[in-house]
């Protein structure tokens, strides 16, 4: 939504303005180990920092962007941003960087080959990297994901299924691909407190998970009651309003720097 106006129409010309103009930026937000609570790694998020109208989320633009064949340009701009705070901000070198692409890229065939391009002239491993795809784009475009998913592994990136439970996928279905981690849509562990519904679908995937030799990530962790469920059946990652909301990249070098401090609310 974008602040004060959340009912605002994007169209393509403003999207390619923007690109062009430098609106666009990231945010980073901590992933961290469950049962240790250390720092693992960071997911990107865009943010388009328009002059007048303030931050719009991706949510308000990005279809617009699929639809426009603007996707591909974002992309680029993600990566070449990310791939810059990456190494330059001490600390996060050896952590992961997650990246979320859009469904239109499955179907991109020199995708994994261009990344692999990138990783090598910033100096970043490819295993270091790991590629968010929604569980409903892999749904739609499943030879594609099957397609994709392979090339990138076999570059050495890692692959996440993000927004499980949000396709009704099985995950024996989605375990055909070859991806090394899985994310709970946010909704379940935001609904855990009031939901033992949401609650017995996080303790399911996490077993079904590891019956797979898959890593699970829970995301939407807000309160430390949910943290200790998920900590109690063994999820492996967590991001999360309780650890940090998604910070600007300066933000995020400082949290790294004092997150002892920033996250002793969840480590009493
Ligand atoms: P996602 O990948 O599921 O990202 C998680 C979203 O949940 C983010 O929203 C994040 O800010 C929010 N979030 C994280 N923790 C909490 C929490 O504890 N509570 C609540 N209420 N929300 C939490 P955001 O940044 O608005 O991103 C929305 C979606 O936009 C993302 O969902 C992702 O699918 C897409 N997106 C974000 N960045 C990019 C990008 O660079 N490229 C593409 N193609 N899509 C992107
Ligand atoms: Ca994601």
Redesign the pocket.
Known sequence: MANGDPGIPITGAEIQTAINEGQFSL?Y?PKLDCETLSLKGFE???RWDHPSIGTI???QF?RVAEESGL?GK??EV?VDQAFRWYTTTSGVPGLSLS????AKRLSDLDFADWLKRKCLSAGIRPDSIIL?I?EVAVLGERLHALDMFTRLRTKGFRVAI??YGIGHATLATLAKLPFTEIKID?SFA?AAPQSPEAKAFLKSTVQTSHSLDLRVVA????DRETLDYLRNMGCDFV????VAR?MTGEEAQDWILNRRRLTRHILA
């Open positions: 945010r937000q990107a998020l865009i989320y991706p949510d990005i996707i974002i992309t993600v990246i979320n692409i859009s968010e929604s993000d927004g946010k935001m995301e939407g962790v807000e991001h999360g309003y309780l998604p």
